[in-house]
């Protein structure tokens, strides 16, 4: 088993290296060119769509598709909106210094055009499935854009995302919550475990409109809820703001801060940890995207690449802030002995004592939860392009039994797979952005004069 264990942590950290990041990050790039930079023309727009009226049309009827926008885009945020929003931040500050902050900004800037992309194929290419429901995602517009003769590789992609999503979706999400109920309250795991999977088995029995529901609530609270909570603890120490801001923005182009001036280890952790966080070309979030009811594909798009935004220009850089003026001692950047989301919890219950740590747990839990959800629905349309439409009922059960499994059983083997296949789901999907990159940029000229002539709005 341990030779197992370490055959995945191998092709992890073979998959997740820097030619990985290099062509996640590069994509944006080339579709930012392509788009002529989109996201920075359109992002207020893009906001007004997401929190506007919702697919409806004049008449009153609705626009094609099972969820409104802002639920496809929250159900999208319950997904990236997680653990590495809180730990994953930690990580990268501590290994890579506080210039890593910035170089998860800039990854983010690229991947709002890469996540915009993925909205739009994932609309066009979309089908309705047997019970109704659209079903759509990379495996879709990859078999239906590029060509029967690349099915799979769309085959590939949904075996990814099956397999991932057992791990980095259910497993791994319900052991942070046990250890974080065990350490702030002492809840044993198996009671965690129990409570999760039950309210997990209630929620997904409902289907993308369950999960939907249930996370336009849950992360709109959580996310206000955490951003207040760090914003308060800035205000509370309104002298540390401008010399953390200096030391990142120094950091980031000298490396100074970590390991004697590597400027490579703070690039490269902010860039990993970016990606990590909002997912941009991972090709989870666009399965999502499939669901909204629109009327163009590029509208849904242009709310998918606010998830970016929000996610990592927003709420990572909450913690990352806070992260480094705790970090900070005497106008010097103090390399911590915790990480993690031991070093978030620690930092902001000294920042703000008492009710810091609590922001912290409570974020911890609500969007681990929340990722339980999102990723349920992933790996179930994954596993219904595999198995078809009859399958959905056995994986959500299997996909609930897992959820209690992470918080009672050691599952390295699963967790190592799962990240592994997490970052081979990239592979497929920006083979196809790239490959459809022209259609893109055709949908996108088709809104813009659409909206110049008053078809749409």
Not at 89 to 118: D, L, N, R
Not at 200 to 210: E, K, N, S
Request: contains cysteine; glycine residues 14%; proline residues 3%.
């Amino acid at each position: 088993m341990q030779e197992i264990s370490n055959f995945f942590n191998k092709l992890g950290g073979l998959v997740w290296g820097p030619y990985m990041l290099l062509l996640l990050v590069g994509t944006g790039v080339f579709l930012t060119v392509r788009l002529r930079g989109l996201q920075f023309r359109t992002l207020v727009y893009a906001l007004k769509q997401a929190f506007g009226p919702q697919g409806r049309r004049e008449d009153g009827s609705l626009d094609e598709g099972d969820i409104s926008h802002f639920g496809a885009l929250m159900t999208a945020l319950s997904a990236t909106i997680g653990t590495g929003n809180i730990a994953g931040v930690a990580t990268a500050v501590v290994s890579g210094g506080p210039g890593a902050v910035f170089w998860m900004w800039i990854t983010a800037i690229f991947g709002m055009a890469t996540k915009y992309a993925e909205g739009v194929l994932a609309v066009k290419y979309r089908t309705t499935n047997s019970r109704g429901e659209m079903s759509g995602g990379p495996m879709y517009y990859i078999e239906r854009g590029m060509g029967a003769k690349w099915k799979w590789l769309a085959v590939a992609f949904a075996l990814f995302g099956t397999v991932a999503s057992f791990g980095i979706g259910s497993s791994v999400q319900s052991n942070s919550m046990a250890q974080a109920m065990q350490t702030s309250f002492g809840v044993p795991g198996w009671v965690t475990g129990v409570t999760l999977m039950l309210f997990t088995g209630f929620v997904v029995l409902g289907g993308i409109r369950g999960i939907s529901r249930a996370s336009s609530v849950i992360v709109p609270f959580m996310a206000v809820f955490y951003i207040c909570g760090g914003i308060f603890i800035i205000g509370m120490h309104t002298g540390l703001v401008v010399p953390a801001l200096e030391m990142i923005f120094r950091d980031a182009f000298t490396g100074q801060a970590v390991a004697g001036g590597a400027l490579g280890t703070v690039i490269r952790f902010g860039v990993a940890r970016g990606v990590f966080s909002n997912e941009a070309g991972m090709g989870s979030a666009p399965i999502a995207a499939a669901a909204a009811r629109t009327d163009h594909p590029v509208r849904q798009a242009l709310v998918s690449m606010t998830g970016t935004f929000l996610d990592t220009v927003v709420v990572c850089s909450i913690t990352g802030i806070v992260l480094v003026m705790g970090m900070m001692e005497g106008g010097a950047f103090v390399k911590p002995e915790l990480t993690g989301a031991a070093l978030t919890t620690n930092t902001f219950d000294r920042m703000m004592p008492g009710p810091g740590g609590w922001v912290v747990t409570f974020g911890l839990v609500f969007f681990a939860y929340s990722t339980i959800l999102g990723w349920c629905y992933y790996g179930e349309k994954c596993a219904a392009y595999l198995f078809g439409e009859s399958f959905t009922w056995p994986y959500r059960a299997i996909y609930t039994l897992t959820v209690l499994l992470g918080t009672v059983v050691e599952l390295d083997v699963v967790w190592a797979a799962s990240d592994a296949f997490n970052g081979l789901m990239a592979v497929p999907n920006l083979i196809a952005l790239l490959a459809l990159s022209g259609v893109i940029v055709s949908e996108t000229k088709d809104f813009r004069q659409k909206r110049r002539s008053g078809e749409l709005a």
